[in-house]
């Protein structure tokens, strides 16, 4: 009977003859297929190792939102939610329905958590490939015997890496795209098999609908201690969440998706997907360890082909290595995926201007203009393959993936700020000492030690200094850092370098800020911090 709906679904979607439907395959199933099939290969211990070819990262410019009435006054139209023509959707969809018949066909049913009370959305994610369905599995929560028998699909996300668009005739701005129908609730992916494309698809969704039920959703990990009170460690893609977030003191909520409404915060996923280039035993144990695990999904990571180790500090593939692997993986892990309104907010900025310092507490209004600014650095290539340093700001720490006008999340963050109080911390998880390529990386155990003492309230009775330039809240000790590191000036080579540099930093601040005057609530930025 199931068999006969999932037919019945294909042939909606024009997937009017495939070959085979593998529909719920389990963990051990979906490895056998994909081996079988070689889209990878085991490595030691266990993990599944897979290449994703040309693309390695998000394609942000190749990502749409169909215009249309039912929704099309509801979304900031711009560079970051370019608008596609229905029309042009229909007739994609027809072509991707072609391509996948006589292709065997991927089907896993998931639920997203929607709610910190047990609400959740079903989808259904249609792939080509084996392992793209492993990562789905990973990643969002299993429905049940009972559930499955009477699973509906609210949104249903089709998947074809090896489907290429035509730029001229479907409207993309390459061959590869990412094209969400809010009002068919269906989501288009072709031309690439980096899998994070599933996952920030998804979120976009999300990032749509639950915030207009009054739940902010954010960029964020999250964890708790024994007493069930909670952090959350917002930041941009490769700030360093998820690392800090992993911690043997405490129990790992979730990773990279969260929800905050009224009644605490919720995961909205159930897997990780980690950076794990570089990774260590000794600065990451936690995370270090679910590589050398059976279900991990390895991306672009290098291994020896004759005895199968890896290579965790290679990036001869991409600098973007991930690893895929469900919460259960991590020994200090609670699935229950809810928690209490967060005591601590952690907002993380990967500075490569090297001016931030390394902690510094905000206050309710510096904590609105940091979150809108989303500051980050990116690193890399130049014509000669030689890295830089690009410094970028992403609105509310995840721009890409916000339908709604950036105003609108940064809102309901000043709301949440105000009614239950967390206290907000900016984690400075790039450079110190001057900018990149000059300066030194901020040690993960350090940004560790930070964490911890404000978590263990080592802080509360600490003595804080203002800062000249940013009007940063500066702890003059904290346990496990030394004194010197503190303070953002000490290992520049003069005073006139870091001001010189930290008042750059500042005026890039405020010309991000400034685009969003006539849009954002005005209290918000009449309130913004005020510099010297």
């Not at 998000?58 to 970051?80: C, K, M, P, Y």
């Not at 958590?113 to 989808?123: Q, V």
């Not at 870091?498 to 800020?513: D, G, I, P, S, V």
Request: hydrophobic residues 40%; negative net charge.
């Amino acid at each position: 009977m199931k068999i006969l709906q999932h037919h019945s679904q294909l042939n909606l979607l024009g997937i009017n003859r495939p070959n085979r439907i593998y529909w719920q395959m389990n963990t051990p199933q979906l490895y056998e297929e994909a081996v079988q099939r070689h889209e990878g290969y085991v490595a030691h211990l266990g993990p599944l190792v897979v290449r994703t070819g040309d693309q390695s990262s998000l394609a942000h410019s190749d990502r749409f939102i169909v215009a249309e009435s039912a929704t099309q006054g509801n979304i900031s139209w711009g560079e970051v939610n370019r608008a596609f023509q229905s029309e042009r959707f229909d007739k994609l969809l027809l072509r991707m329905g072609a391509y996948f018949n006589g292709l065997d066909v991927f089907m896993q049913d998931a639920f997203v958590r929607t709610s910190s009370d047990g609400e959740m959305m079903p989808i259904r994610v249609i792939t080509e490939t084996a392992w793209h369905n492993l990562f789905v599995r990973n990643t969002y929560l299993h429905p049940n015997t009972e559930e499955l028998e009477e699973f509906v699909p609210e949104y249903t996300i089709v998947h074809a890496p090896g489907f290429r668009a035509n730029p001229e005739r479907d409207g993309t701005n390459s061959d590869v795209f990412v094209i969400i129908h809010l009002t068919r609730k269906l989501i288009l992916i072709g031309g690439t098999s980096f899998a994070g494309e599933i996952q920030k698809a998804i979120f976009s969704v999300i990032n749509y609908l639950l915030p207009r039920q009054d739940v902010l959703t954010l960029e964020a990990s999250a964890n708790i201690n024994d007493k069930g009170e909670s952090a959350l460690f917002v930041g941009v893609d490769g700030s360093g969440k998820t690392c800090l977030a992993t911690d043997n003191t405490r129990l790992f909520l979730g990773d990279a998706e969260h929800g905050w409404n009224h009644n605490g915060i919720f995961s909205i996923s159930r897997g990780c997907y980690a950076h794990v280039l570089g990774l260590s035993m000794d600065e990451a144990t936690d995370v270090w360890q679910t590589t050398r695990r059976f279900g991990t999904l390895l991306e672009n990571v290098v291994v020896d082909v004759e005895t199968r180790r890896l290579d965790l500090d290679d990036d001869s593939f991409t600098e973007n290595t991930r690893a895929s692997y469900p919460i259960s993986h991590l020994l200090r892990s609670t699935r229950s995926g809810v928690a209490e309104h967060p005591r601590h907010v952690f907002l993380l900025a990967k500075d490569g201007d090297g001016v931030l310092p390394i902690v510094s507490k905000l206050t309710p209004e510096q904590a609105v203009y940091y979150f809108l600014g989303g500051y980050t650095t990116e690193i890399a290539s130049d014509y000669y393959g030689k890295p830089i340093a690009r410094r970028c700001f992403s609105a509310c720490y995840g721009a890409p993936f916000m339908p709604l006008h950036p105003g609108h999340y940064a809102q309901m963050f000043a709301e949440r700020i105000e009614m239950y109080k967390p206290h907000v911390w900016l984690l400075n998880t790039g450079w110190m000492g001057g900018p990149y390529g000059k300066g030194g990386r901020v040690p993960v155990e350090v940004s560790r030690a930070a964490v911890r003492a404000i978590l263990n309230g080592k802080l509360s009775n600490v003595e804080f200094w203002t800062d000249g330039i940013f009007g940063l809240q500066i702890p003059k000790y904290c346990p496990g850092i030394a004194d010197e590191m503190l303070n953002p000036v000490t290992r520049w080579p003069d005073m006139t370098s870091y001001e010189l540099a930290a008042q750059e930093l500042k005026a890039a601040f405020n010309e991000h800020l400034a685009q969003y005057q006539n849009e954002v609530n005005s209290e918000l930025l009449a309130n913004q911090p005020r510099f010297s």
